[in-house]
């Protein structure tokens, strides 16, 4: 039988540890109601720019940019979002996995694979593969700037124009909703045919200085914007994540604090009952 | 009316920065500002860093600072995509070789604290080990 003692302390540091667990569970619950708003925030960019490509893409057919065209897949590039922090379930690692799901397809093809990490958990987990790593970026906090994502997307695009990777995809986590998060593949590069929508109001452009340079500067920035979406919704599926993980713990801590205060209770009456039992069993003799 | 305004929006990957109707609009075009009134012709141009300038139909200006990105024209319709870094060449070059080293910094196994927590204990192992061979030495010798 346990000292009610020992029992009482534990009870006491499972409390505390619940009162964190909770803090955190607020704490991630409003962070991701801000991300969410980010995410939807950069939608309108990367719809407009989308639009943009289109026209571009129909107005001049005959020249081709490296970027919308289909090579054959040598090796590939792979953009992994992961979280900085731990403490947010199962999200990292099911991110991980598609990774290496992904990976092995592409090495079973035949194709060598050249990563680029965004956030300290897939460089902490990629590292030991020995995979060769291009670029990685860590740190990006809760609020992802597009200007920190730049250098890391260069390096990915100038690898794809110098023909070091055929290929590019990002794998982020996707936020189905709040209990659900879930890691998406997602084709970069080559730009998969974007849908030209009605062709009825077509008209050309006047280019200035040229069709070529414009459609390489948007066509960047597209990829950018589509990186810097990943980020956004992995830090909101993160938020989301540790919300729920944090929500189990603090319920678990509750379980257990039940649990030991019935021990507690009952080490007490035991206690109390021996002791009376030596009482009496001393008047007894007496 | 639709001929006295155009609507203008002005969006960066991080945010809507202005929506709705102007007289006229100033961009910082690639090839010199330019000034674009209501039924313009079509245009897609890039533009460099600067001050967007909106007219809007109260005669009010706006500004707005753009860090470049690309301009579309229709008659009835501007659109600015706007970047929110102001980039030089030299600085992407410097980012993209910044994000290189970091992964290179990984690779090389720059010891971070879980690795070195591992090594200390791998350590403690062996000194433990160590002492107990010269323990079991001092009692055979």
């Known amino acids: 039988m346990p000292g009610t003692k020992e029992i009482r302390t534990k009870i006491a540091s499972v409390k505390s540890t619940q009162k964190i667990t909770k803090a955190m569970e607020m704490v991630a619950a409003s962070k991701m109601r801000r991300a969410q708003d980010r995410m939807r925030l950069s939608r309108p960019y990367a719809e407009k720019i989308r639009v943009v490509i289109g026209h571009l893409n129909k107005a001049n057919p005959d020249y081709k940019h490296p970027f919308l065209v289909e090579r054959e897949p040598k090796s590939v590039g792979i953009i992994v979002v992961s979280s900085d922090r731990g403490l947010c379930g199962a999200l990292n690692t099911n991110v991980f996995k598609s990774t290496l799901m992904l990976m092995r397809e592409w090495q079973g093809k035949g194709a060598k694979v050249n990563l680029c990490l965004l956030g300290s958990k897939g460089v902490a987990f990629f590292r030991r593969l020995g995979t060769p790593i291009l670029a990685s970026v860590t740190g990006l906090g809760d609020k992802p700037h597009v200007k920190d994502l730049l250098g890391s997307v260069k390096v990915m695009l100038d690898a794809y124009r110098d023909g070091g990777i055929d290929r590019l995809f990002i794998v982020n986590a996707e936020f189905v909703n709040t209990m659900t998060q879930k890691p998406a593949v997602t084709q970069l590069l080559p730009v998969q045919t974007i849908d030209d929508g009605d062709l009825q109001d077509m008209w050309d452009y006047i280019y200035e200085p040229n069709a070529a340079d414009i459609l390489d500067g948007v066509l960047m920035r597209y990829i950018e914007s589509q990186v810097y979406r990943g980020a956004v919704e992995s830090v909101a599926c993160e938020m989301a994540a540790r919300m729920v993980a944090m929500k189990a713990a603090s319920d678990n801590a509750g379980n257990l604090i039940g649990d030991l205060q019935l021990i507690y209770n009952k080490a007490r009456q035991a206690a109390i009952t021996k002791e009376l039992a030596e009482i009496v069993g001393g008047a007894a003799a007496v | ?141």
Not at chain 2, 30 to 36: S, V
Not at chain 2, 81 to 103: F, G, I, S, Y
Not at chain 2, 127 to 132: E, R
Request: include cysteine.
């Open chain 2, 1 to 141: 009316m639709a001929d006295t305004t155009i609507h203008c929006d002005i969006v960066s990957a991080e945010g809507e920065i202005f929506s709705g109707p102007a007289k006229m609009v100033f961009v910082p075009a690639a090839q010199g500002e330019i000034g674009i009134a209501p039924r313009h012709a079509p245009l897609l141009t890039m533009i460099k860093s600067g001050e967007v300038r909106v007219q809007t139909p109260d005669g009010q200006e706006q500004f707005f600072f753009v860090g470049g990105g690309a301009l579309e024209i229709q008659p009835k319709k501007i659109t600015v995509l706007a970047d929110t870094a102001v980039r030089a060449k030299d600085m992407d070059e410097a980012a993209a070789l910044e994000a290189k080293q970091r992964a290179e910094e990984a690779l090389k196994g720059n010891i971070d604290k879980i690795e070195q927590a591992e090594a200390l204990a791998e350590l403690a192992r062996a000194a433990a080990q160590l002492k107990m061979i010269q323990k079991l030495r001092k009692i055979k010798g």
